[in-house]
């Protein structure tokens, strides 16, 4: 089982960041986990991309952090 980060979305779900092999590549797996009843299970939302585009997309988000709210940025 692949060891993983977790962010506490709500009080039934939160998000993994997991890093794993999958079929040969080495993954970046981010994905919604919700309560199913005591048991953490994943949902369908989510993203996996290679762990060679980690740099591109920390880039990305940090962009975002710097775009006014009605850009899809960050609101404090």
Request: proline share 7%; glycine share 10%; charged share 30%.
């Amino acid at each position: 089982m692949p060891s993983f980060t977790t962010i506490k979305k709500n009080d039934r779900e939160e998000i993994r960041i997991m890093r794993n092999d999958f079929k040969g590549h080495d993954m970046i797996n981010v994905r919604v986990f919700y309560d199913a009843g005591g048991e953490m299970k994943p949902g369908k939302q989510g993203i996996a991309f290679k762990a060679e585009m980690l740099p591109d997309v920390l880039w990305a988000l940090n962009e975002t952090l710097a775009m006014p709210p009605e850009c899809g940025g960050h609101q404090q």
